[in-house]
């Protein structure tokens, strides 16, 4: 929220918004305040004490699911070409309880796969050659299996989902 001395007002209509696409908005609204005499010429910065809600609405790996699903209008399995570094990444259709086991078959027998980092709803891998060399191009993958662990009552294993490109 914005106030200054000579701008402060009412209203439930937001000042001005800033808008990304359809994926995200910023609104700034107008707020009366009593602002100290020795403040008057001064702008001033308040935030709330809190916002709309006590609590988050969506976890962390929920928001990114969705945000990329929104991007890419799909509620499937998302892979994004390397990039200029060679990583891939690919972003899951449902959070995860645990990181999930990944197990990405390629066309090329010769080359394999190294995982750089992964949570519980995307993993970011790269491709590698026999010599250890990254490739950074676009490489045929024949299928993606992601399996994520869960308790009930005992530890057991359960097959997610298998992806055929």
Known sequence: ??????TCGEGKEPLFSINYYQFMSINVFMESVSIPE???DHFIYLTPPRGLYDYPLI???QALIKFHQS???TNDLILYSPDGEGF???VFTVPMRVPPR???ELEDNS???IEDSKSK???RFKVIDKNNKTIKRTVGIKSISLDAEYIEQTLASRRIGSFDW
């Open 102 to 104: 990944v197990e990405i």
């Open 1 to 6: 929220m914005l106030y200054s001395s000579d």
């Open 59 to 61: 976890d962390k790996d």
């Open 121 to 123: 709803s995307s993993l």
């Open 38 to 40: 020795k403040l008057v």
């Open 88 to 90: 891939y990444k690919l």
């Open 71 to 73: 991007l890419n209008k």
């Open 111 to 113: 080359l394999s796969i």
